[in-house]
C-alpha cells in the first residue's frame, strides 16, 4: 500500500515539473515560446496578447476578418482569444494537453494538435488556398525511390541524404533531385516568392507549386537580399580576375580596365572566372566569353 501511495507520489511530481510555466512570453494558440521563425513564423506580440503567425493562420477555426492594417495582419485580437477558448476544449494526440488549435482535415479523421507538437510528429501544414493542416498519418506523400545510401547528397547543404524519411523532399523536375526539407525552407525563406525558383534547372512552375503541396512556406515578400542588402553584400561584388593561363597585363590579374583591351570578360555561363581581351585574343566587339571549364576550347559566343 505504501509502495503505490509513494509510486503516485512520484508521477504526480513529475507531471508537475513537465508543466513548468515558462519564463517569458508563450503564443495564446500552442502555448509555447517564441521559437524557430522558420518553423513557427514570426512572434508577434500586441495588446497584451503573443501568438506565432503561422499558429494565427493554420488554426482550424480562426477567422480574418480585419485589414492586413489591424490587430496581427487581420487577424482581431477577439477573434484570437476566442480560437484559444475554443482549442482549450481540444486535447492534442501528440502531449495530451489541451489547447489544440489545429486539427487534421483529413475526412473523419479527428486527431488535433499544437502547431510545435505537429512538427515534431510529422504533421504537415500547407501554406495556400485553405492552409490545411494533416497529421502524420493522413499528410500528402511522394513517391521518393531509394537509391544507394551515400550516393545522394542534398545540393543546398552537400550533406549526405542517408536514408529516405519525411525530412527529405524530392523536386518534381531535374531527375527527382531530392533535398532535406530544412535547406529548402530556408532556402524558401532567403529567396521569397518571386525568386523562389528550382535551384538546378531555375523551374518556378512546377517546382513551388510541388514545394507548396509538401508544406514549404514561401514568404510573399521582397527577398532577403533586397530587405538586407549589407547581409548579401557578397552577392554584388563583381569577379575581378583574370584566369587566362598568361596574363599579358602589366598591373596584374586583379586589374583590369573600364574599355579597350585590358576590359575583364566575365565568363557567360558561370560567372566566375575572367580574362582580359587581350590576353584571350578576344575581338574588341567581343561581349561574351566562356571558360575553359564551361567550354573546353574557351570559344568565344558572340
Known amino acids: 500500500m505504501q509502495t503505490t501511495e509513494i509510486l503516485r507520489k512520484s508521477a504526480k511530481t513529475k507531471r508537475v515539473t513537465r508543466r513548468k510555466p515558462s519564463s517569458g512570453p508563450v503564443c495564446r494558440l500552442c502555448l509555447r515560446e517564441p521559437g524557430d521563425p522558420e518553423k513557427l513564423g514570426e512572434f508577434l506580440q500586441k495588446d497584451n496578447l503573443s501568438v506565432h503567425y503561422f499558429c494565427l493562420i493554420l488554426s482550424s477555426k480562426l477567422p480574418q476578418r480585419g485589414q492586413s492594417n489591424r490587430g496581427f495582419h487581420g487577424f482581431l485580437p477577439e477573434d484570437i482569444r476566442k480560437e484559444a477558448a475554443r482549442a482549450s476544449r481540444k486535447i492534442c494526440f501528440v502531449c495530451k494537453r489541451k489547447g489544440a488549435a489545429i486539427n487534421c482535415q483529413k475526412d473523419q479523421c479527428v486527431r488535433n494538435f499544437h502547431l510545435p507538437c505537429g512538427l515534431e510528429r510529422g504533421c504537415l501544414s ?7 493542416s494533416f497529421c502524420g498519418k493522413h499528410r500528402p506523400t511522394q513517391n521518393i525511390r531509394r537509391r544507394n545510401v551515400g550516393e545522394e547528397s542534398c545540393i543546398l547543404c552537400c550533406e549526405d541524404l542517408s536514408q529516405i524519411s519525411v525530412e ?8 527527382q ?21 528550382c535551384p538546378q534547372c531555375n523551374n518556378r512552375e512546377e517546382f513551388p ?8 512556406h514561401i514568404p510573399d515578400r521582397d527577398a532577403a537580399w533586397e530587405l538586407e542588402p549589407e547581409a548579401f553584400s557578397e552577392l554584388y561584388q563583381r569577379y575581378q580576375h583574370c584566369d587566362a593561363p598568361i596574363c599579358l597585363y602589366e598591373q596584374g590579374r586583379d586589374s583590369s580596365e573600364e574599355e579597350g583591351k585590358w576590359h575583364l570578360i566575365l565568363c557567360a555561363t558561370c560567372g566566375s572566372h575572367g580574362t582580359h581581351r587581350n590576353c584571350s585574343s578576344l575581338r574588341s566587339n567581343c561581349k561574351k566569353w566562356e571558360c575553359e571549364e564551361c567550354a573546353p576550347a574557351a570559344k568565344v559566343i558572340g
Open 126 to 132: 500547407q501554406f495556400f488556398g485553405e492552409y490545411k
Open 177 to 197: 533531385t531530392i533535398y532535406h526539407r530544412k535547406c529548402i525552407q530556408k532556402y524558401a525563406h532567403t529567396s521569397a516568392k518571386h525568386f523562389f525558383k
Open 168 to 175: 527529405n523532399i524530392q523536386s518534381p523536375c531535374c531527375s
Open 209 to 216: 507549386k510541388e514545394m507548396l503541396r509538401m508544406g514549404i
